[in-house]
Nanobody, 123 residues
Framework: QVQLVESGGGLVQAGGSLRLSCAASGLTTFRGYVMGWFRQAPGKERESVAAISWSGGTTGYADSVKGRFTISRNNAQNTVYLQMNSLKPEDTAVYYC???????????????WGQGTQVTVSS
């Protein structure tokens, strides 16, 4: 059974930082999956935040987070991270990690999802 478990969310003031983690279990081989972070704010559609390739050599970011967020992965520990700096109130959302066995960008292209972790940025 595949499980993705996010952690690290919380309440932070604008300009602050948080580091999200996503621990994966049950995948055939973690390094065989593209990993992504998504977020969903109340009343809005789920949107892609960042993604990272199987080896970690290629990353991609939404324009809204470029230069502030960094995605990384540790294949030995089956974990993907999202370092979030210079947080803004508009970053407030539930953040989800997801796994795909192929190159993926849209939410429906990902096979497995975590339960999400709340990030709240106060002004």
């Amino acid at each position: 059974q595949v499980q993705l478990v996010e952690s690290g969310g919380g309440l932070v003031q604008a300009g602050g930082s948080l580091r999200l983690s996503c621990a994966a279990s049950g995948l055939t081989t973690f390094r065989g999956y593209v990993m992504g972070w998504f977020r969903q704010a109340p009343g809005k559609e789920r949107e892609s935040v960042a993604a990272i390739s199987w080896s970690g050599g290629t990353t991609g970011y939404a324009d809204s987070v470029k230069g502030r967020f960094t995605i990384s992965r540790n294949n030995a520990q089956n974990t993907v991270y999202l370092q979030m700096n210079s947080l803004k109130p508009e970053d407030t959302a539930v953040y989800y990690c997801a796994a795909s066995p192929a190159i993926a960008a849209k939410p429906h292209e990902y096979s497995y999802w975590g339960q999400g972790t709340q990030v709240t940025v106060s002004s």
